[in-house]
């Protein structure tokens, strides 16, 4: 998606080789034009795959996964990393491991919102090394429902979570995949199709 990589390039901040700061438009203030387009980015590349949930994970999960169950007009669940005073029993949960952070945490969702009969698309800001996807992918198996594929809006590709994905066979399609931020750069791969 072009004015994703311009929007990166523009307001993206490169902190290290592995770690870009997108807080402009994405991860703490959010463009919500520009975040509809990346809604129907989703909603063109899974239109007609029968989807009938999104399931996110809060927070910078929330506003791309929110615009695309708007193009596609299907709900859009965020799994909690807290439990709360509302959500504490009948849930799925999974454990999610941050490299970043070097520490585990639980994320899960109210059974209420997920079944077996949905066809489910996870949405999520960035992947890096899946850890995210693959708890969420472990709530949907828990609900027994099935996952129609991954939607990311910027996937670091030299690192591994989506190797991890499509070896899987899963379908991970990406907005914008950066190759490299070596020397403060950012580098893209390829466009795909669309
Ligand atoms: P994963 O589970 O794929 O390793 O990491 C996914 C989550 O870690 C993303 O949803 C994002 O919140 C955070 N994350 C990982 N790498 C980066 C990065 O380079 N920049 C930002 N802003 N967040 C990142």
Redesign the pocket.
């Known amino acids: 998606m072009e004015s994703l990589q311009q929007k990166i390039l523009t307001e993206g901040k490169v902190?290290s080789d592995?770690?870009?700061?997108?807080?402009a438009f994405?991860?703490h203030q959010v463009d919500p034009v520009f975040m509809q387009s990346v809604g129907e980015a989703f909603a063109t590349r899974f239109a007609g795959a029968g989807i009938t949930k999104i399931l996110t994970?809060e927070s910078?999960?929330i506003t791309p996964a929110v615009m695309a169950g708007l193009s596609l007009n299907v709900p859009v669940i965020f799994a909690r990393k807290r439990k709360s005073l509302t959500l504490h029993d009948n849930l799925y949960s999974a454990d999610?491991?941050?490299?970043?952070k070097n520490e585990s945490s639980q994320i899960s969702i109210s059974q209420d919102y997920i079944h077996h009969d949905d066809v489910v698309l996870v949405i999520?800001?960035?992947?890096?090394?899946?850890?995210?996807?693959?708890?969420m992918i472990e709530l949907i198996e828990q609900a027994g429902a099935a996952l129609e594929g991954i939607g990311i809006v910027?996937e670091?590709g030299f690192?591994e979570?989506g190797n991890i994905l499509r070896k899987r066979g899963i379908r991970v399609d990406s907005l914008a995949t950066i190759a490299s931020?070596e020397n403060s750069q950012v580098t893209f791969q390829e466009e795909g199709p669309i």
């Open positions: 902190l592995s770690v870009i700061k997108v807080d994405l991860n994970l910078s999960g999610v491991y941050s490299y970043t999520d800001d960035i992947l890096a090394n899946g850890q995210a996807a693959l708890g910027i670091k690192q979570g931020l």
